[in-house]
């Protein structure tokens, strides 16, 4: 069976509105490790890593 990672979710993670337009900031890391990961993701569900 597999296992499944725990993620840790940065306190700093927000919504922001940029000219009307929100845009979540997801900072994370998966609990083993020590690097994080920036993900943006628009009003259309896009996500830019």
Sequence with gaps: MEEIANLVTSGKSQTVVVDGHPF???????????????????????SHV
């Excluded at 979540?24 to 896009?46: F, N, P």
């Design 24 to 46: 979540d900031i997801e900072i994370y890391r998966l609990e083993a490790s020590t690097y994080w990961t920036l993900e943006v993701v628009d009003e259309e569900g896009a």
